[in-house]
């Protein structure tokens, strides 16, 4: 991942441009001659932040960041040059537009980026960050493929990095009570958790497009990175709801929506990684342009408990979170225990007791501290160089099981694991395809792989 020392940052980004210009981007290399490490901010200082990736969900992050007094945003970094101008327009007294987030990364005013483009781009993205000596906001899902969920933990420890995965509903005081009530033991033992997000697209899912080029100041073979380049498509390429119907830029709807609503049983129960994922589904009924399933549902084995997930894009019914009958996008969890069910959901947190056994059972105590919101609570920890509380190393144990629920579902057996050695083990077909393969000439930063 090193360039040879002789070879200058000015060399470089001209190499780069060139290679861009005949229809490559540039592999992941970290620059030769990186300017001095900027001294992180103190109690008293201003944090100058940058965003890659200029989308919609990208720049809520950003104007969350940006209302507070202690933030100057210093850098907008897009292939796509009408996305990145407006941001640049917004901070136009202290912000500069890049189309290559490595030159952006060497802009010595930066001390933290938040990572917002498409799914594919994320551990690429936050690991050259990490070498960079920028602290990062990692937008969900934290990556495509296990190795890469690895790689980014690693390469946060390894460079002490500030990093906080952008599942900004761990935040909410709904899921903090969830939390406490399933500590306090006054459920008993849940021997079962289930999750689910639905929606219905049907028949047409995302749409059709007639085929047609990038619009002028959109690099899209940039965009497309180390994923496949495929020809450009306006609704692929619009919207991160979008990006979910394409399995090479998002995964699919699983890791575009599991993080947010799997993160409470990991929360509540401290689960470590499953030992056996088994999945199925399949892209069965809906006729659009994208190529992911619209119908995933998996199990989980845990030691002594089991987690299943539901993801369904072609019926939106939401068992008690079904509210109205219009079709739209529902989400839930239930913990079955031994006492009662608890169904919760962003703003729900309904009890059901089995019969009378939760008589006399009193509301568990405040225990959890009210967050100071997501992006402040990542400020916070810049400045105090704690990590904060949804940092790769817990988001690890959200991440894998999801990514090993597509293993499961591309190669149509379950996939064993081993939590102590962190390897998949008795299929070196999966243990293979764990590891991207990125395309040509970018190239997946193995050796972040050791711990």
Known sequence: MNLDSSITRRAFLEKAATITAIGFAAPHLAVAGQPAARPKPGPNSRIHVGLIGCGGMGRSNLNACARHEDVVVTGACDPWQSRRDAVVEQFKDTCKGYRDFREMLQQKNLDAVIIAPPPHWHALIAITACEAGKDIYLQKPM?????????????????NTICQVGTQIHASENYRRAVELIRSGNLGP?????????????????GHSAPEAAPAGF???????PAPLRPFNPILASSSYNHCSWMDYSGGWTPGMAPHIIDLPVWALDLGFPLKTSASGGRYFLKDDGDAYDNHEVVWQ????????MSSLTNSYGFDFEGDTQPRRRLGIYFHAANATVAADYG?????????????METPPKSIPPSPGHEREWLDCIKSRQQPS?????????DVPLLLSLLSLKLGRAIQFDPASEKIVGDSEAARLAVPKYRAPWKFPKQYLKA
């Open 143 to 159: 990556t495509l493929h296990l190795a890469e969920s690895f790689a980014v933990r690693n390469a946060v420890k390894k460079h």
């Open 190 to 206: 849940v021997a079962t958790v289930r999750t689910f997000n639905v929606m219905n697209q049907m028949p047409d899912g995302v």
């Open 219 to 225: 690099d899209w073979d940039l965009w497309c990175g």
């Open 302 to 309: 845990y030691p002594n408990f089991t987690m299943t997930w």
């Open 348 to 360: 729900t947190l309904k009890i059901i007791p089995e019969g009378d056994r939760m008589k006399g």
């Open 390 to 398: 949804c940092n790769p190393s817990y988001h690890v144990r959200v």
